[in-house]
């Protein structure tokens, strides 16, 4: 007798699985990856290589030695986590700080949790603010641009200031030698993935045509953010940078298509996520210029992430002949 | 620096003390006072809160038979299914009642070998869904689905699928006999029967009620209702429920001798102690020509 | 041909895979003994009026509705009563069923008009043709199987503004409904006209996605030609997007209404019948014919010659199957219905009924091993969702065994679609465990309604 198989319905699926999605977002970050290793050589790649494997490893170790689940390693979550690490740190981060960084976004960013789709915030992140507190030093070095045809490929990069942290020391008027078409290129300091905001955008473009990211959530947040440093730059432009530099300056691109994005840690309904967004536009502007730190996109997206379950719950979609009582 | 430190040590800790007076004069102002015997008696039950008493839990079930002690004086018809209600009577002062204790029992013996599958099944690992999706690995449609809806529900972890057989197994150290199995399966497979005396049980381990042929098709070791056991009781406890012998637990005096003539290995004797050597492989019944089918 | 509509909250795009569109409908010849089942629509199944060794005619009534909704059950063929026993229906469960052992020819009951010729004219009144759909046992064909009659019993004080006859047959594989299209076109025009005329209305529009073309443009040019004859009927080209064929969904996407949450459809002033009943009501009405046949698509992948067979009912599956060219090697699943709603069979053997609109075979490939992963809450399936619900916060706490959780999460909307299942990344049987929770929170509901 044939043995067939019985389920529910539907039985025809869509070709769409989690894997996929993984990796289309690690394939879109691919561009600004190669940027990377052109701006910053060898560094880049070492860091990257690194944080990769120790996220994967880690991840591996739990499964198998502490949950004892089914191994999902091959999801390529773990490697999105690793290399989104490597971007939100400076190239010549030491390696064991970065191994340190790794092992902390997998294994209490996520794990903890218990594991892919449980983490109330986005590993990476996690992972990212705890280097931030524990090596301050460390993290915000950062390594000068020098194209490796230039520099060569094992050549010890300079260290100089982020045009962020600039403008936190000295005011708006240090920017003034930067160049618009430079930030936009990534010809400037900072964290290796967020200096080139046009190889950013590409993978975003890729990642929006194929419907991996919804478009509500990136355009909420920069939105946010121009209005808000727009306002302020009306009112005092010798003391407040004008806002289309806050975009492209500082991590705002890979944050707001890459992180706030992460299907995980973020609302699920059109509604939800523009609120999402504001939120975390609002929080990067207030920390970036009133703050302490130079930069605010991960803990704007953080905080964000601990209310995404609260506005999920204010934000359901609206139920198919249900009338609100309020149209009557 | 040491005016900084001894500042925040007073502050510190006469905050700490006023909070206390306050927390004690609360604590004090809304006292709820409670009979100290609801406490005892819970303690005298397992505190599961499977509910299989109709209460709550086994504090509502306490608390019920406190307030009934005090009104009539008796706790009847309030019983935990799995504990003695005479340590509960003892403790409120009155006469123990008597206690017969239950035990799950598995009516399907529809295992991997018994009754080989037909299909695959790949859905939710829901009993009661899969019963509305198709009739059973083995095609039987009154056999245990094997996944394991009983399991998940019972609160003393009593019951695990064995993974040989796919069937449900009851640890009888652990079973109390609550009866929440029984209520969860979708298909009535799961009986609550008395343990017997010596821990010595008789029962069909068998569901289905439909014609002989059609048991014969699915399963190797289903009941037909042939209806030999009947004539071999001596108590008259075994009754036809359909095509489906039933022992009566209640007349049954545990002799086995209705396991032995059964064609089909159908009925299970539980802690009798072993076969003498002549007849070692009761299971392993001749085969029999399967008796015209009893329509009721 | 009137703009395309469509309804515009959720719904997926599986593919269509219509490979039998082009094979023109065959009678299926008739084993030597047909078992006919007595439950073949939603509710009581009927109640056998014939014994064992009675002879029956083609088309003369062997069951009788037992309830409010229930529906009679004809015999299919001339022959003998073999026995009055249960039959393994495509779930496994033994169901009872009327054995016909089958003479050569048909003879058919008095009163029934056998010619295929064009009965244009509606004699009976809006009464009678209610009391003629019941009698023939006429139920919905697109596989719900509720009784038509029922549907078109409009309730004091409600209005029946159109007639939308369902012809989206948005499931994918299936082509039954538009094979009868194009080869009846007349006779399912004036079983329209019936419709119209049982409700007392004057608008009645065929809903229709886009992928069926050819009956889009074919049904536009016999309204035109025959003006008189099919007064108000109108043909509402719908986009291709399932569930566009959804009771709900079609009301939505041609009148703008919603049916609100757990009423029925009428609440808007619509009956909705599909394009097979619609047929049989005009066989019902016009030639006094019960419903003893249906159109069956036999199809998949691999089969070799995938086809639209006219089926008496009661003929096992698996003959169907031989004749579109035999069982394939590589098949894993046998479906009973279309894809995305039709039901898993456990054996080939069972006999088609009222609602069996097709027979997939699906191979390894379409329906492999989904292995499931944790839920990465991406949110897909509330968007697939065509009733706007969150498919997965319903899974989570069917799960958990939470009824009053998934009562306020309106899991008793849900039209079991599978929108949101076919686009879940994670391969989780939302569905499975929706349905679970739906079957126990309904029992929850009945029993409080009850108190």
């Known amino acids: 007798m044939n043995n067939y198989t019985i389920s529910g319905s539907p039985h025809v699926h869509s070709t769409e699985n989690t894997r996929k999605i993984m990796y289309r977002v690690i394939l879109a970050l691919v561009p600004a990856l190669l940027v990377a290793i052109y701006y910053f050589g060898w560094y880049a790649l070492r860091l990257t290589l690194v944080t990769v494997a120790t996220c994967m490893l880690t991840e591996w170790l739990i499964q198998k030695y502490l949950i004892k689940g089914p191994l999902t390693i091959n999801d390529g979550s773990a490697i999105l986590t690793g290399l989104l690490l490597a971007f939100n740190v400076p190239a010549n981060l030491p390696i064991w700080m970065a191994i340190v960084g790794s092992v902390f976004a997998i294994g209490v960013g996520k794990m903890a949790f218990g594991g892919l789709g449980k983490n109330p915030f986005n590993p990476a992140l996690v992972g990212r603010v705890f280097m931030l507190v524990s090596f301050p030093t460390a993290m915000t070095t950062w390594p000068q641009v020098a194209p490796i045809f230039k520099a060569g490929f094992f050549t010890d990069a300079v260290t100089g200031p982020t045009p962020l942290g600039l403008l936190k020391e000295s005011g708006a008027t240090s920017l003034d030698h930067m160049q618009f078409v430079d930030m936009v290129l990534g010809n400037r300091g900072g964290a290796f993935g967020e200096v080139c905001a046009i190889a950013l955008l590409i993978g975003a473009i890729y990642l929006i045509a194929r419907k991996v990211i919804d478009i509500a959530t990136p355009l909420s947040i920069l939105l946010t953010v121009f209005v808000f440093t727009g306002i302020f730059y009306l009112v005092d432009p010798t003391q407040y940078i004008a806002p289309w530099y806050h975009l492209v300056y500082g991590g705002l691109i890979l944050g707001a298509f890459f992180m706030a994005t992460d299907m995980v840690t973020s609302p699920m309904t059109v509604r939800g996520k523009i609120l999402f967004g504001v939120g975390i536009g609002l929080i990067t502007v207030v920390i970036r210029l009133w703050g302490a730190y130079p930069e605010g996109v991960s803990f704007a997206i953080l905080i964000m992430n601990a209310f995404t379950p609260l506005i999920n719950k204010a934000f359901k979609p609206q139920v198919f002949g249900v009338v609100k009582p309020s149209k009557k | ?296 | 041909m009137n703009p395309i509509k469509t309804f515009h909250k959720g719904g997926v795009h599986p593919e269509e895979n219509k490979f039998s569109a082009d094979q023109p409908i065959q009678d299926f010849p008739m084993p030597k003994q047909i078992i006919v089942p007595l439950g073949q629509c939603l509710g009581a199944p009927a109640e056998c009026i014939v014994n064992k060794g009675d002879r029956v005619l083609t088309g003369q009534l062997i069951g009788t509705a037992k309830g409010f909704i229930s529906a009679n059950v004809h015999s299919p063929a001339t022959g003998t009563v073999a026995k009055v026993d249960v039959v393994m229906d495509h779930t496994g469960y033994y169901k009872p069923a009327v054995f016909i052992d089958r003479e050569e020819n048909d003879e058919w009951a008095p009163g029934i008009i056998v010619t295929d010729e064009l009965l244009t004219d509606i004699k009976l009144d809006s009464k009678a043709i209610i009391d003629k759909v019941k009698e023939c046992g006429i139920v919905g064909m697109g596989g719900a199987t509720f009784p038509t009659h029922v549907k078109l019993m409009v309730p004091e004080g409600k209005k029946a503004e159109y007639v939308i006859i369902n012809a989206a047959e948005c499931e994918p594989y299936l082509t039954c409904d538009y094979r009868l299209l194009l080869e009846k076109t007349q006779e399912f025009l004036i079983g329209v006209k019936i419709l119209m005329k049982a409700v007392n209305t004057d608008k009645g529009i065929i809903g229709i996605e886009t992928n069926k073309i050819k009956a889009i443009e074919l049904l536009d040019k016999t309204i035109n030609e025959h003006r008189d004859l099919y007064a108000g009927i109108e043909v509402q080209p719908l986009k291709t997007k399932y569930p566009q064929g959804g009771e709900k969904q079609i009301i939505k996407a041609i009148t703008g209404r919603e049916v609100p949450s757990g009423k029925l459809p009428i609440e808007t002033g619509c009956v909705v019948v599909n394009v097979a009943s619609t047929y049989a009501v005009y066989e019902a009405v016009q030639k006094n014919k019960p419903l003893i046949d249906r159109i069956v698509t036999v199809t998949g992948k691999s089969v070799k010659k995938p086809s639209n067979f006219r089926c008496r009912f009661g003929v096992p599956a698996d003959l169907l199957i031989e004749a579109a060219g035999g069982l394939p090697e590589d098949i894993t699943d046998v479906i009973n219905g279309g894809p995305m709603m039709g039901k898993s069979v456990s054996v080939t053997s069972f006999p088609t009924m009222k609602g069996t609109s097709g027979i997939l075979l699906m191979t390894l490939r379409e329906a492999q091993d989904r292995r499931q992963t944790n839920c990465i809450r991406c949110g897909r399936c509330a968007k697939a969702c065509p009733m706007g619900l969150q498919p997965f916060l319903l899974h989570k706490v069917a799960k958990l065994n939470d009824f009053d959780e998934t009562e306020k999460n309106h899991i008793m909307d849900c039209i079991e679609c599978g929108s949101c299942e076919f686009t879940c990344p994670a391969n989780i049987p939302l569905l499975d465990y929706i349905r679970y929770g739906k079957a126990k929170t309904g029992a929850i509901i009945k029993a409080r309604s009850q108190k």
């Open chain 2, 1 to 296: 620096m040491s005016n900084t430190l001894l500042i925040s040590l007073l502050v510190l800790g006469i905050l700490g003390a006023v909070l206390a007076v306050v927390l004690y004069i609360v604590a004090q102002r809304f006292k709820v006072e409670e009979n100290p015997l609801i406490d005892e008696a819970e303690a005298c039950l397992p505190g599961a809160n499977c509910g299989g008493c109709g209460f709550a839990g086994c504090r509502a079930l306490a608390e019920a038979c406190v307030k009934q002690a005090a009104e009539k004086g008796n706790i009847d018809g309030l019983a935990c299914p799995g504990t003695d209600m005479g340590k509960v009577a003892a403790v409120l002062g009155l006469t123990a009642t008597a206690f017969e204790p239950k035990i799950a029992v598995v009516r399907c013996n529809g295992s991997c070998q018994n009754s080989p599958a037909k299909v695959h099944y790949e859905g939710a690992e829901i009993c009661a869904f899969a019963n509305t999706l198709y009739a059973g690995k083995g095609g039987c449609s009154k056999g245990c689905l094997g996944l394991g809806d009983c399991v998940k529900k019972c609160n003393f972890g009593a019951l695990h699928i064995d993974k040989e057989t796919g069937l449900p197994v009851v640890d009888p150290d652990k079973c109390v006999g609550c009866g929440v199995c029984a209520k969860t399966c979708p298909r009535g497979i799961i009986e609550i029967r008395p343990r017997g005396k010596k821990d010595r049980r008789v029962y069909v381990c068998c569901s289905n009620t439909d014609k002989g042929a059609l048991v014969i098709k699915n399963c190797s070791v289903g009941c037909i209702g042939c209806q030999k056991c009947l004539k071999e009781c001596p108590f008259e406890a075994i009754e036809m429920r359909g095509n489906l012998a039933y022992i009566d637990p209640a007349k049954c005096k545990a002799c086995g001798k209705c396991a032995k003539v059964c064609p089909r290995g159908a009925i299970h004797t539980v802690n009798f102690p072993a076969p003498k050597p002549q007849t070692e492989q009761p299971a392993e019944a001749p085969k029999v020509e399967l008796e015209k089918p009893v329509t009721v």
